[in-house]
């Protein structure tokens, strides 16, 4: 996986990548410098890092992928004109969006198919697209559908074209659309105020994935490697909670990094889950759950032959909607029963479920929601669709083989379970007038660490080179004032 490992997210990105563009920021404003194009600075920076974490090869395809789609964005709008319609031009311009399409799913494709999921996440069976890699296509494809619909213009700038296709989806949790990122980039420098939230978010980010995402994960992995025969109702229903809070925490969380590493660089992203576990129905959990992914196959799954039009969301391009998003998860027959149980439900909804539902109390629409999930949930993390099955037997106490072991939960774990179901619950209002405070105690706390780390450093060397030098036999330097000029 690139970029998503902590000596990535929490060292490099914050400390030595993020702080370069703030400073470039102030200097600008400051000294009122020439304004150096932040195209140019993030998009290098993009090739930089992916040729240090994918190597050279890595490098050179996405140089190659941006100059390709660099070109038929202008071959597309130049053959979607008013005057070339009436010499084929149209469907000349279908014909070169079809062939990008194939070329951007084909690349990363091949180039995902060598890299399998780490971290959090790593107990799911079956391939798990990298995040950054499968975003490529994504934000490319979406640009060129754009382009063709005339809803945007090709640009003409390499550079300002490479920041959208190559830095913001190595991290960011939802590919996004051109004109939402190109005017940002354009027009926005990173202030103190961006770098000070961005680091916020990070931290929480951060915290959800490498704490209570690897834990629950911990818990989660234990209880599915027990044979299912052995499997008892309290295991299951511990291990799938754990792996409910997993889920969450980790792909939440991965956002939350996203959005703050944005911040820190002046890009506003879109927030990507809204407390998708306090829907009341499923259709809700979909526009809670990966907001970005679900309205980006949404918006173009399918390329209508009419440029001008973006297909309405009926019953059916909902459902393939729910399906592409799990064929995008993963490959492998659970994430397919995965997200077909999804696009059933959401069908069921559509026709009259949805309208029972909102009759019933709140607390039991969440129930019914928790529910649907946590079956899904199952089949996904089992490796094959009889373990699953067989999971859900021990869920409901039908496992004649269960064993009588008794379920054991210690304070951590206990702390754990309560501090993942308060944080999947949006927080109070009075909470959120806090957010500023937490803000100025985040930047005080890096501010005083960096000052306590600068003076034990120059302390040190202080007394030790003195030491140093009188044991190798030199004699101490006097400054012109008297003292050991250091």
Wanted: aromatic share 10%; proline share 5%; hydrophobic share 50%.
């Amino acid at each position: 996986m690139l970029f998503i490992e902590p000596f990535w997210l929490c060292i490099l990105i914050p400390i030595v990548v993020a702080p370069i563009s703030l400073g470039a920021s102030l200097a600008f404003h400051h000294w009122r410098l020439p304004r150096i194009d932040k195209a140019i600075v993030l998009s290098a920076a993009g090739l930089a890092l992916a040729s240090i974490g994918g190597g050279a090869l890595f490098a050179v395809v996405l140089v190659a992928l941006v100059l390709f789609t660099h070109r038929v964005a202008l071959v597309i709008e130049s053959a979607g004109k008013e005057p070339e319609r009436a010499r084929g031009g149209l469907p000349r311009a279908r014909t070169w969006l079809a062939v990008a399409v194939g070329v951007q799913s084909a690349t990363v494709a091949a180039m995902s198919r060598a890299g399998i999921i780490d971290g959090p996440l790593r107990g799911i069976r079956g391939v798990l697209v990298p995040f950054g890699l499968s975003y490529f296509a994504f934000h490319g494809i979406s640009y060129l559908v754009d382009v063709y619909r005339r809803r945007a213009i090709a640009d003409r700038s390499r550079w300002q074209l490479a920041v959208h296709l190559i830095l913001l989806p190595q991290i960011a949790g939802g590919p996004l659309t051109y004109e939402s990122v190109a005017r940002q980039v354009a027009r926005r420098l990173p202030s103190l105020s961006d770098y000070s939230y961005g680091v916020r978010r990070l931290i929480i980010g951060a915290w959800k994935v490498f704490v209570m995402a690897a834990l629950a994960g911990a818990q989660a992995d234990a209880t599915f490697g027990v044979r299912r025969a052995t499997l008892n109702a309290s295991q299951a229903w511990l291990g799938i909670v754990c792996f409910t809070m997993q889920m969450y925490y980790a792909f939440s969380g991965y956002s939350d990094m996203g959005i703050g590493f944005g911040r820190m660089l002046g890009i506003r992203l879109p927030e990507n889950f809204r407390w998708p576990y306090v829907a009341g129905s499923v259709r809700e959990f979909w526009r809670r759950w990966h907001i970005g992914l679900s309205a980006w196959f949404g918006e173009y799954a399918d390329l209508s032959p009419a440029p001008d039009r973006v297909p309405p969301l009926t019953t059916a391009r909902e459902a393939l909607v729910v399906g592409l998003c799990a064929v995008w998860y993963g490959v492998g027959w659970t994430f397919v029963v995965w997200g077909l149980y999804h696009a059933s439900l959401i069908v069921l909804e559509r026709r009259g479920l949805e309208t029972a539902l909102k009759r019933l109390p709140a607390p039991l629409r969440s129930v019914y929601l928790l529910t649907v999930v946590i079956v899904g949930w199952t089949v996904l993390r089992s490796a094959t669709l009889g373990d699953a099955l067989a999971f859900q037997k021990a869920l409901a106490g039908l496992n004649p083989s269960a064993s009588q072991v008794r379920v054991t939960v210690d304070p951590e774990l206990w702390l754990l379970l309560v501090a993942g179901a308060v944080g999947c619950a949006p927080l109070l209002p009075s909470i959120r007038r806090w957010t500023v405070a937490i803000d100025a105690l985040i930047v005080s706390i890096l501010m005083m660490g960096f000052a306590s780390v600068l003076f034990t450093w120059r302390c040190g060397r202080m007394v030790v080179m003195p030491v140093v030098q009188w044991w190798r036999g030199t004699p101490t330097r006097v400054g012109p004032q008297g003292g050991n000029a250091l």
